[in-house]
């Protein structure tokens, strides 16, 4: 037995990946899943990559396990959405060799612009669902599922949690195991979907999932924990670790292969309590197959839909199971909020300092700079999705210029949208928006936010950086032929910090009546702020304390009483804030 390790659950899906012989990885960066990939790269003779996107990532993996070897793809929840069609056609196809997909969830929004269950895609698609609760589950489920994915010659899904993924508890390790790549075989009634092979298909699928359901009724990891008379509590995940420390010793139902579900499970363990309780984070995806099966759990109408569970609002929502009264929470008092901000330096500032003051119509994206939202830049009005800003902008665009012909109608020119999105962004899924803003004519701007990675995340490269993620040399996509191929004759680039430069690009290209991109590049500051040998300082004699610095929102300018001061520790030496102040105020000093 190997040495016991403490792992995350992401480390721990990495290196059970890695012992069950899988040799090829492919996914898009994106937090709570982001670092399996990061892990399983370091592990000698596998391949791993960062997709352009998830539904890259997939179809890539799709292609592997065909090609004979074991393949992951790893996405957060909403990067399952973006792979949505592959994936649900993959189970049409079966695979050559196992095949297992990562989906993270993102209860509480940590880190993500929605909160979706995506237990949902599994039934939806077919597709059997595993659920760790703890990283030594993610490491042994993570084995086991390529093991069904060939017995059962489907996609496997692991549904991960936030908590799951970036918690760390004890692992045993297995032995690892060598898997031989499987030869290729043309097959292409199976694997080729036109209409006649997915009619053949489809009924395999159905039968592949009765035959799943008698596998989840006698899966090993699927667990009956006896407790005392009255009530039983069925749950699943990080929710299991929850009910245990909340309640003691109840009788527990723990699922952890949770589509399709073991309907004789559930019913023996059901019939045996007079109260029968569901405790799952997000929707009662649990509950409503128990209701299904005549029993009436309570669940949701005391546990909360929204949000991260924790010990404390699981007992709260029972606490006639609970043997001990609830801890009193002690909140400490005075501590000020801090919201989140871009870093002192961040290139993004600058350019969205300018545009808000242009007063453009900004159709966001995900990213840092999405936290330009919050006062005093105030600077987004909508944002929903990777990529969505260009396209989004060319809709608001066309319904601002089909709005001006009507009578009395006084809103705004077409030509102050401005979509804004980053360069890792941009490859992920803008490339498509460009092009339609080029096609269909569109007359508005887009801002390429261009920091040379993938900030958000970590620092992760994209086929803008000419890296790859195990660190060997590529071709670099050049993003102003890109633009230019797709149609837009209007490129410029800018430097962020240079204001008036900004100023003056941003207000001809949005006046100009045809498509243009501005790409405002410069690196993170975060990866570059040791080199800057300068910071500023506020000249306390000429500074009239305006407030108008303020208005950047630099974590590194504060005011204390009616003074404004520049925290030397924090400054990176950008120099943004002296080109806002009107009263030469703020000088550079040299370290």
């Known amino acids: 037995m190997a040495e016991r390790r403490l792992m995350t659950g992401n480390e721990a899906v990495a290196l059970a990946a890695f012992h069950a012989g899988t040799r090829f990885a492919s996914a898009y960066p994106g937090t709570p899943s982001t670092e399996i990939l990061e892990n399983f790269s370091r592990y000698e003779g596998v391949y791993a990559e960062w997709a352009p996107n998830e539904k890259v990532s997939l179809e890539a993996a799709i292609g592997a396990c065909l090609g004979g070897v074991r393949s992951l793809a790893a996405m957060k929840h909403v990067g399952l959405n973006v792979a949505a069609d592959p994936w649900f056609t993959a189970p049409y196809i079966g695979v050559s060799r196992g095949l297992v997909v990562v989906s993270a969830d993102d209860p509480e929004m940590h880190s993500s612009q929605n909160e979706q269950d995506n237990r949902y895609y599994a039934k939806a698609a077919k597709v059997p669902m595993l659920e760790p609760a703890d990283s030594q589950e993610a490491y042994d489920l993570t084995r086991v599922a390529f093991e069904m994915s060939e017995r059962f010659d489907t996609p496997v899904l692991m549904r991960m949690t936030t908590r799951v993924c970036h918690s760390r508890s004890i692992v045993e390790p297995g032995e690892p195991e060598t898997v031989a790549a499987i030869p290729y075989e043309k097959d292409s009634t199976k694997r080729v979907m036109i209409p006649g092979h997915a009619r053949m298909r489809h009924p395999v699928m159905v039968r592949r999932l009765d035959e799943l359901e008698r596998f989840s009724e006698e899966f090993g990891w699927q667990r009956v924990e006896d407790g005392r008379d009255g009530a039983g509590v069925v749950t699943s ?292 702020r040791d080199r800057e040998p300068v910071y500023y300082q506020v000249m306390q004699g000429v500074c009239n304390e305006c407030g108008l610095c303020m208005g950047i929102a630099c974590p590194a300018l504060v005011k204390r009483g009616e003074e404004i001061l520049i925290l030397p520790d924090s400054c990176t030496g950008c120099g943004v804030c002296a080109q806002v102040c009107k009263h030469e105020a703020i000088e550079p000093v040299r370290q």
């Not at 909140?331 to 801090?338: E, H, M």
């Not at 966001?364 to 990529?387: K, W």
């Open 237 to 528: 995940g990080v929710a299991y670790q929850y009910v245990k420390e909340a309640f003691g010793d109840v009788g527990i139902l723990k699922l952890a292969m949770t589509n399709p579900l073991p309907s004789r499970l559930i019913t023996d363990f059901c019939s045996r309590y007079e109260d029968i309780y569901v405790v799952e984070e997000l929707e009662p995806f649990l509950q409503e197959a128990v209701a299904a099966l005549g029993f009436k759990p309570k669940g949701k109408e005391s546990v909360p839909r929204v949000g991260e569970l924790n010990v404390d609002n699981v007992r709260a929502a029972f606490p006639e199971l609970s043997e001990v009264e609830p801890p009193e929470v002690r909140r400490v008092q005075g501590i000020p909020a801090r919201p989140p901000i871009l870093c002192a330096g961040c290139p993004h500032r600058g350019i969205m300092y300018i545009l808000a003051r242009l007063k453009a119509i900004i159709a966001g994206d995900i990213g840092c700079y999405t936290l330009s939202v919050l006062p005093p830049l105030s600077a987004h009005d909508c944002q929903v999705c990777m990529g969505a800003s260009i396209t989004m902008g060319h809709g608001l665009e066309k319904a601002l210029e089909l709005a001006q012909g009507e009578d009395g109608y006084e809103g705004p020119g077409s030509h102050r949208v401005v979509s804004v999105l980053g360069d890792s962004t941009f490859f992920h899924s803008g490339v498509t928006g460009l092009m339609e803003m080029a096609y269909n004519n569109g007359r508005y701007t887009v801002v390429i936010l261009d920091n040379r990675t993938t900030a958000m995340t970590g620092f992760q490269h994209h086929p803008g950086t000419g890296i790859t993620l195990q660190e060997d040399e590529s071709s670099m996509v050049d993003m102003e032929m890109l633009a230019r191929s797709l149609g837009i004759k209007n490129v410029r680039v800018v430097d962020p910090y240079d204001l008036e430069e900004c100023r003056r690009v941003l207000t001809e290209e949005m006046n100009r009546d045809a498509p243009s991109v501005v790409i405002s590049r410069r690196e993170c500051v975060l990866k570059v």
